[in-house]
C-alpha cells in the first residue's frame, strides 16, 4: 500500500518507522472513521450549580464499589486494587510508603506507538542490582509491602555486575528473589506484581513466576494479529504474545486465586472496536481486565487524540462491558469513574516511582525533570548518600501529598460535585490525564492540556464518564451520540450479539 494514501500525518510518521507491512486490512484498522473531530456538545459546558452533584451515590452504592476494590487485592496500576481507607489507616500506622514501584530497565522487546517511557529494544538505562538491593532493605525497614516491577520489559532486565545471562529472565529472577529474602530475613511478606508484555514468557518463566506468586500486569490491546504487531512495531508480536498467555494459564494464571493476572489494554480509536471482544477472552480465561484511555502523552500524538476518544467513548463501552460482565460473568458494578470495575489511581496516596535514570517520582508518567522538578524527590545515582527512608518521612513528600490532595477539579472531580472522590474512592482519576490533557469546554473534545502542574493541582480526568453524565444533565450532549457509539460496538463485535444488548441511550 502507499505511504500517502493514509490520512493522518501522524500515523504517516509512524509508517516511516514501521516494521509491520500495511495491508489493506490494516489500513482499515488504523483509519476506524470513529470520531470526526466535530463537537460533542451543542453548546459550552457549564459548572455544576452550588450543591449540584455529578455523581450522588447511595452509601450501597459506595460499600459496592469498596467490596470490589477488597477483592483483588493490590492489582491495577497503582495500587488501585486496594481500597484506599487500608492505605490511608497504613499511613497512619506510620508506613508513609506503602508500595514501590522499580523501573528496572528502559530496554523493551518493543517499540511500542504509544510508550510513553522512551522503552526500545535500543534503550540501555537500567536500575543496577546493588542499588535495588540497598533501596529493598531500606524499603523492608519502613514497611513498603508491595513492590512493582516495570520497564521497558522486565524480562530483558540485565546488570553486568550479575555476570552472563545464560538464559531469559535470569537477572530478573536474581531481583525477585533478592527481595523475597530481604523480606524473609526480616520475618516479613512482599508482594510482587510486574508488568510484562507477555511475549517473552515461555513455560520456565511462567513455572517462575507462579512459584514466586507474582501478580501480572500483561499487554493485551487487540485480538486483531495485524494491528497488535503495528501497535508494538513488531512482526510475528501477536503470536508471541498469545504463546505467553497460554504457558501463563499452563501453570495456573486465572485459575488459581493466588495466581492474578490483570491485561491491561491501551484504549485508542484503532483499538476501540474490537474492546469487547477482547474483554470476552480475556474474562474467559479467568483474568482481570484493565483498560487505559489513551491521552496525549508520550508517542500518543496529537492527531491520535483528536481523531480518536472521548468522555462518550468510555462511558459507552463500560456500560457495555458491565452488562457482559453481568451476563457472563456474574460479576457486577456500575461504571462511574475512568477506570474499568471503579478502580483508580493510589499511587500518589503512598506509593513511590524509581525510573531507570535514578530519578525517584511521583510515578510512572508524571512531568519529569525536563518540565518541571515537582514530582521527582531525588535521584539514587546523583544524590550523594540518597536515602529512600529519608524522603519517606520528610516534610518534602508530606507536603507534597497535602498539594495532591488538595488537588480538585472544578467541573466533575471534587468532594462537593462527586461522591467518588468525597470517599476517597477516586482522586480526579488518572493525574497525568490532566497534566497532558484537558475538556474543551465549548465542543466536548479532548484537547491538549496547557499546564502540567494539573497532575497535582487540578485534577479533572478527561476521560471520566462523568463529563458525558454532566453534559446530558445539561442537554448539551450531541443527540444520538451515545446511541450511535453503542449500536456501533454491537455491530463490530463478533462475540456479542445485539439482541441481548438493547440500547440503553
Ligand atoms: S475522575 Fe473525577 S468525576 Fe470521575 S469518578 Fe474520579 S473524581 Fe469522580
Ligand atoms: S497517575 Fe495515571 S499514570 Fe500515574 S500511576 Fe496513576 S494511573 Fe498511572
Given at each position: 500500500m502507499a505511504l500517502e494514501t493514509l490520512t493522518t500525518t501522524n500515523e504517516q510518521d509512524r509508517i516511516v518507522k514501521s516494521k509491520v507491512p500495511i495491508t489493506p486490512t490494516l489500513e482499515k484498522l488504523l483509519n476506524p472513521n470513529l470520531h470526526k473531530k466535530e463537537p460533542i456538545f451543542t453548546s459550552p459546558l457549564k459548572k455544576p450549580k452550588e450543591g449540584e452533584k455529578v455523581y450522588d451515590l447511595s452509601p450501597e452504592q459506595i460499600k459496592a464499589i469498596q467490596e470490589l476494590r477488597g477483592a483483588v487485592v493490590d492489582l491495577h496500576p497503582g495500587m488501585g486494587g486496594v481500597v484506599p481507607s487500608k492505605l490511608i489507616q497504613m499511613i497512619e500506622d506510620g508506613i508513609p510508603v506503602?508500595?514501590?514501584?522499580?523501573?528496572?530497565?528502559?530496554?523493551?522487546?518493543?517499540?511500542?506507538?504509544?510508550?510513553?517511557?522512551?522503552?526500545?529494544?535500543?534503550?540501555?538505562?537500567?536500575?543496577?542490582?546493588?542499588?535495588?538491593?540497598?533501596?529493598?532493605?531500606?524499603?523492608?525497614?519502613?514497611g513498603v509491602s508491595l513492590f512493582i516491577l516495570t520497564g521497558g520489559e522486565p524480562l530483558t532486565y540485565k546488570d553486568p555486575a550479575l555476570g552472563k545471562v545464560n538464559h531469559?529472565?535470569?537477572?530478573?529472577?536474581?531481583?525477585?528473589?533478592?527481595?523475597k529474602n530481604t523480606y524473609e530475613r526480616q520475618g516479613k511478606e512482599a508482594k510482587i506484581l510486574t508488568f510484562d508484555d507477555v511475549a517473552l514468557i515461555n513455560e520456565r518463566i511462567a513455572e517462575q513466576f507462579a512459584h514466586y506468586k507474582i501478580g501480572l500486569c500483561t499487554k493485551g490491546d487487540t485480538l486483531h494479529p495485524e494491528l497488535?504487531?503495528?501497535?508494538?512495531?513488531?512482526?510475528?508480536?501477536?503470536?508471541?504474545?498469545?504463546?505467553?498467555?497460554?504457558?501463563?494459564?499452563k501453570v495456573g494464571y486465572g485459575k488459581n486465586p493466588d495466581l492474578?493476572?490483570?491485561?491491561?489494554?491501551?484504549?485508542?480509536?484503532?483499538?476501540?472496536?474490537?474492546?469487547?471482544?477482547?474483554?470476552?477472552?480475556?474474562?474467559?480465561?479467568?483474568?482481570?481486565?484493565?483498560?487505559?484511555?489513551?491521552?496525549?502523552?508520550?508517542?500518543?500524538?496529537?492527531?491520535?487524540?483528536?481523531?480518536?476518544?472521548?468522555s462518550p467513548h468510555?462511558?459507552?463501552?463500560?456500560?457495555?462491558?458491565?452488562?457482559?460482565?453481568?451476563?457472563?460473568?456474574?460479576?457486577?458494578?456500575?461504571?462511574?469513574?475512568?477506570?474499568?470495575?471503579?478502580?483508580?489511581?493510589?499511587?500518589?496516596?503512598?506509593?513511590?516511582?524509581?525510573?531507570?535514570?535514578?530519578?525517584?517520582?511521583s510515578c510512572s508518567e508524571s512531568p519529569g525533570r525536563d518540565e518541571t522538578d515537582r514530582y521527582t524527590f531525588g535521584n539514587i545515582f546523583t544524590d550523594e548518600n540518597f536515602s529512600l527512608e529519608e524522603l519517606a518521612f520528610s516534610n518534602?513528600?508530606?507536603?507534597?501529598?497535602?498539594?495532591?490532595?488538595?488537588?480538585?477539579?472544578?467541573?466533575?472531580?471534587?468532594?462537593?460535585?462527586?461522591?467518588?472522590?468525597?470517599?476517597?474512592?477516586?482522586?480526579?482519576?488518572?493525574?497525568?490525564?490532566?497534566?497532558?490533557?484537558?475538556?474543551?469546554?465549548?465542543?466536548?473534545?479532548?484537547?491538549?492540556?496547557?499546564?502540567?502542574?494539573?497532575?497535582?493541582?487540578?485534577?479533572?480526568?478527561?476521560?471520566?464518564?462523568?463529563?458525558?453524565?454532566?453534559?446530558?444533565?445539561?442537554?448539551?450532549l450531541k443527540e444520538g451520540l451515545l446511541s450511535a457509539i453503542h449500536e456501533r460496538l454491537l455491530e463490530k463485535s463478533e462475540k456479542l450479539d445485539i439482541k441481548d444488548f438493547p440500547n440503553p441511550y
Open positions: 506503602t508500595s514501590l514501584d522499580f523501573m528496572m530497565t528502559k530496554g523493551c522487546n518493543f517499540e511500542c506507538t504509544w510508550c510513553y517511557a522512551g522503552s526500545s529494544p535500543f534503550a540501555t538505562e537500567f536500575l543496577p542490582f546493588n542499588k535495588l538491593e540497598s533501596i529493598t532493605q531500606e524499603a523492608a525497614d519502613i531469559r529472565g535470569e537477572h530478573f529472577f536474581k531481583v525477585v528473589e533478592m527481595i497488535q504487531d503495528y501497535k508494538v512495531n513488531q512482526v510475528g508480536a501477536f503470536k508471541k504474545m498469545e504463546k505467553g498467555n497460554e504457558n501463563l494459564i492474578r493476572n490483570v491485561v491491561n489494554s491501551v484504549f485508542d480509536h484503532t483499538t476501540f472496536d474490537g474492546m469487547p471482544d477482547l474483554h470476552m477472552l480475556v474474562k474467559e480465561r479467568g483474568f482481570d481486565h484493565s483498560i487505559v484511555p489513551i491521552h496525549f502523552c508520550g508517542n500518543a500524538g496529537d492527531e491520535d487524540q483528536e481523531a480518536g476518544i472521548h468510555v462511558k459507552v463501552l463500560y456500560d457495555l462491558l458491565s452488562k457482559v460482565d453481568e451476563k457472563y460473568f456474574d460479576e457486577h458494578w456500575e461504571p462511574w469513574s475512568a477506570f474499568t470495575y471503579n478502580k483508580t489511581c493510589n499511587r500518589n496516596l503512598s506509593g513511590l516511582h524509581i525510573r531507570a535514570n535514578g530519578d525517584v517520582t518534602r513528600l508530606a507536603n507534597y501529598r497535602t498539594e495532591f490532595a488538595e488537588g480538585s477539579g472544578t467541573y466533575v472531580c471534587a468532594p462537593d460535585i462527586c461522591d467518588l472522590n468525597a470517599n476517597d474512592l477516586c482522586r480526579g482519576g488518572c493525574a497525568v490525564r490532566s497534566a497532558y490533557s484537558g475538556i474543551n469546554y465549548e465542543t466536548g473534545l479532548i484537547e491538549e492540556g496547557t499546564d502540567v502542574h494539573n497532575y497535582s493541582t487540578h485534577r479533572e480526568d478527561p476521560l471520566c464518564p462523568a463529563w458525558t453524565k454532566l453534559a446530558l444533565t445539561q442537554g448539551i
